[in-house]
């Protein structure tokens, strides 16, 4: 593995580049036949579903130990009414970030990991204006909280490329 690239376990190829980032379009449980609903939206940062389900868009940090910089899942979370109208109400505050995190469930199975990672407990950090809310596991024994927590080397960001480019 080098900067410029590595070569794939799965496939024998030099692929280039190192992928520091994955993200997902839409949480878990949002499906085409949402978008004629008048009560269901899917946008960039943000998603309902039927008026009764709220989700943001978040990212889940996990540091790199032998990298100069972190590796990110992009990630959803559903949050309360409440905390979702709440961060809605401070969307394009200056400061916002002083805003206590708010409790949600991560929305995204990420398929690196056993078991799922659908439902796992969250506190969703807001960040100032114009970037993505950060993302804290509960501290458990998961391996995406003990990752999360302890780091990861750039060996497991392959591994991650070589399960995801060839699924």
Known sequence: MSE???????????HGGMP????????QVWSDDYAGDESSTLEDELCIIQA???????RIVIPVLDADTDFDWGVWV???RANFERSLELWTT????QEPPYFGWLSTEIPVYEPTTLSLKTHVHTQ?????????????DHPLAVEQRDGITRDRVQEFAERLLHP
Do not use: K, N
């Open 78 to 80: 559903s949050l309360s």
């Open 128 to 140: 100032p204006v114009g970037s993505r809310p950060r993302v804290e596991l509960e501290a458990t």
């Open 20 to 27: 520091f980032s994955y993200g997902a379009v839409a949480p």
């Open 94 to 97: 200056p400061g916002r970030e």
């Open 52 to 58: 009764e389900h709220f989700f943001v868009r978040a």
């Open 4 to 14: 410029q690239g590595f070569v794939c376990r799965g496939c024998g190829q030099r």
